[in-house]
């Protein structure tokens, strides 16, 4: 089995290893090609570019490097019409992964086409699902709620549960030595700051997040911060951190390995008291982690403004719609100021059990205990190759 697999963030890159893993434990003669990053080529993907290259949000951020990003595509493209894969599997970025299958379906009007994780149908813009349903032919789920929505559009939808949910959870001897090796204290409070992952969203937000931390250190002196950068923004993210209070700690994954830098990365997640993050899956790995957690995001003002008219619910932290609640706080846009964001940072470590059952139902929705999501998704995706032939 031969198939072509696009990635563009992070995110992807860690949901495409998964699959891929699953996909060679059911079909040990399969091979891949496409885009990715290090943990889908750890899985033996050759990237045809750097992964990174795809990684913008936003009109704004996207618009200068429009042509650039048509030429990757068509680049991909071409490479797909070539090897005449079994499956066209695209993850996420429908900006990007969208339109890539559209042309290849173009060239090869058989081609079966997977799509893993619906577009937030339920958050804003809900007829995307329409428009993909003559490009896509199934869609891999990651919320248990999503389903009908694709499936009202006339795509198979199978919610294959969230890849956070198998992640292997670090011991305690495991945090201790995290802590040891980093020369934290026992009893100091470890917070962790995650930016984002995109260049955009670190330079909006260092400088927000860098003035609520020196607000956060006034009332806890001795707390420590912990930064988890991917290679791609590493740079990035220790330019920023230099106006930052508290000599943070980046942990930068050049030199290592993915799987001993995930291994730290799970640790620092396990060791944090709370957590001042962007908007995204983050949320999830937080609450897997039993991380407390304020988030905090504001996009490109363009940007901010037209997703603001088209939003349909009223939070976007996922923990907070998994689980049906609201307790985790959410600063969005204007919002997100320095002020607001550490008075909620300083109220979660006053009461760091507020959101505990909020977190472990979400993680119970999302598939733990059942089998690992990314060999679910490969069931899937070859239940609907077989009924399709």
Same mark, same amino acid.
């Given at each position: ?9 992070? =995110? ?25 990053? %290090? ?8 990237? $045809? ?26 680049? #991909?493209?071409?490479?797909?019409e070539e090897l005449a894969p079994d499956i066209l599997l695209t993850i996420d970025l429908p900006a990007f992964c969208v339109p890539l299958a559209r042309e290849v379906r173009k060239r090869r009007p058989d081609q079966r086409t997977v799509h893993y994780v619906a577009p937030t149908v339920w958050a804003w813009r809900p007829g995307r699902a329409v428009k993909m ?6 869609? $891999?789920?990651? /919320? ?43 009893? *100091?409070?470890l917070i962790l700051v995650l930016p984002g992952s995109r260049g955009g969203e670190i330079k909006r937000l260092a400088p927000v997040f860098g003035e609520t931390l020196k607000r956060l250190l006034a009332e806890h002196p001795s707390a420590r911060i912990v930064v988890p950068t991917i290679e791609a923004k590493a740079e990035i993210m220790q330019e920023a951190l ?7 700690? $980046? /942990? ?25 993050? #962007? =908007?995204?899956?983050? =949320? $999830?790995?937080?609450?897997? *982690? ?11 003002? /363009? ?14 932290? /996922?923990?907070?719609?998994? =689980? ?10 204007? #919002? ?36 690992? %999501? ?16």
């Amino acid at each position: 089995m031969r198939v072509f697999v696009v990635a563009g963030e992070a =995110s992807g890159d860690k949901l495409g290893a998964a699959l891929m893993a699953g996909l060679k434990e059911l079909v040990p003669e399969v091979e891949f090609h496409g885009i990715g990053g %290090p943990q889908m080529e750890d899985e033996g993907l050759q990237s $045809l570019f750097p992964m990174s290259e795809l990684s913008l949000m936003g009109i704004v951020e996207i618009l200068p490097k429009y042509m650039h990003l048509r030429r990757r595509l068509f680049e #991909a493209v071409d490479r797909a019409e070539e090897l005449a894969p079994d499956i066209l599997l695209t993850i996420d970025l429908p900006a990007f992964c969208v339109p890539l299958a559209r042309e290849v379906r173009k060239r090869r009007p058989d081609q079966r086409t997977v799509h893993y994780v619906a577009p937030t149908v339920w958050a804003w813009r809900p007829g995307r699902a329409v428009k993909m349903a003559p490009t896509i032919d199934q869609v $891999l789920a990651l /919320l248990p709620f999503e389903p009908p929505y694709m499936e009202a559009a006339g795509m198979r939808c199978d919610f294959v549960g969230h890849p956070v949910v198998a992640e292997p959870q670090p011991t305690e001897q495991d945090v201790a030595a995290f802590r040891a090796g980093h020369g934290i204290a026992s009893d *100091a409070p470890l917070i962790l700051v995650l930016p984002g992952s995109r260049g955009g969203e670190i330079k909006r937000l260092a400088p927000v997040f860098g003035e609520t931390l020196k607000r956060l250190l006034a009332e806890h002196p001795s707390a420590r911060i912990v930064v988890p950068t991917i290679e791609a923004k590493a740079e990035i993210m220790q330019e920023a951190l230099q106006s930052w209070p508290g000599s943070p700690i $980046l /942990l930068d994954p050049r030199g290592k390995t993915a799987q001993a830098f995930q291994a730290e990365k799970r640790a620092a997640f396990a060791a944090a008291d709370v957590a001042l993050a #962007a =908007s995204g899956t983050v =949320s $999830l790995e937080l609450a897997a *982690a039993d991380t407390p957690m304020v988030i905090g995001y504001d996009a490109n003002w /363009l940007t901010g403004k037209i997703v603001q008219r088209m939003l349909l619910v009223d939070t976007v932290t /996922l923990v907070n719609l998994v =689980s049906d609640t609201r307790v985790v706080p959410e600063f969005i846009g204007k #919002a997100c100021r320095p002020d607001a964001l550490a008075d909620a940072l300083l109220d979660v470590l006053r009461n760091p059990d507020a959101q505990r059952a909020a977190m472990q139902l979400t993680m119970e929705r999302l598939g733990r205990g059942q089998e690992a %999501p990314g060999l679910r998704a490969a069931r899937a995706v070859l239940d609907g190759l077989a009924k399709a032939r």
